[in-house]
């Protein structure tokens, strides 16, 4: 559904509740602005607010409009997979359990990269604390170096006298 659409589905169930737009928000836990910018599209409800709101909407085509809302926004937050090519070129739906099976897939994935990006970060820290001990170290043959040179002498200085 469009955003026009959500919003006029909000509006519908609260009239249909009859009741104003802070008694809903109060019944939904949001704020009177949220609800106002809800019914004039200019944002959605999210997943929890929609499902809250159909336990308190009544039965009818109000209900009917805000479950077909309640499963657009499911499919926007987590799109079921699409079926894939089977024998035969047939497209074959996903098998119940099978979006389980690509989470824990995508899981192990990002799982891996986590492990590899904290492996570099480590080995980058430590070449960092490398060159921080090496930069300590020239500092203080620095030290060393400009301890043992002799303080150059003051030149005297030659007063000129005007004859």
Request: charged residues 30%; positive net charge; hydrophobic residues 35%.
């Amino acid at each position: 559904m469009e955003k026009l659409e959500a919003a006029k589905v909000v509006k519908r169930v609260r009239q249909k509740l009859e009741i104003s737009q802070e008694g809903l928000a109060r019944m939904l836990n949001a704020t009177k602005g949220a609800v106002q910018h809800w019914e004039r599209g200019r944002n959605n409800p999210d997943l929890a607010r929609l499902l809250a709101l159909r336990q308190i909407c009544p039965h009818g085509g109000e209900r009917k409009e805000l479950e077909a809302l309640i499963k657009e926004t499911q499919a926007q937050v987590a799109p079921l997979p699409l079926g894939h090519s089977g024998p035969g070129g047939k497209i074959t739906l996903p098998q119940p359990g099978e979006s389980l099976i690509l989470l824990r897939r995508d899981n192990n994935k990002l799982r891996k990269q986590v492990t590899k990006l904290e492996s570099t970060l480590r080995r980058r820290n430590e070449q960092l604390r490398i060159l921080e001990d090496v930069a300590a170290d020239l500092q203080r043959e620095m030290s060393k170096l400009r301890a043992a040179q002799p303080l150059a002498a003051p030149e005297p200085v030659v007063r000129q006298t005007s004859e």
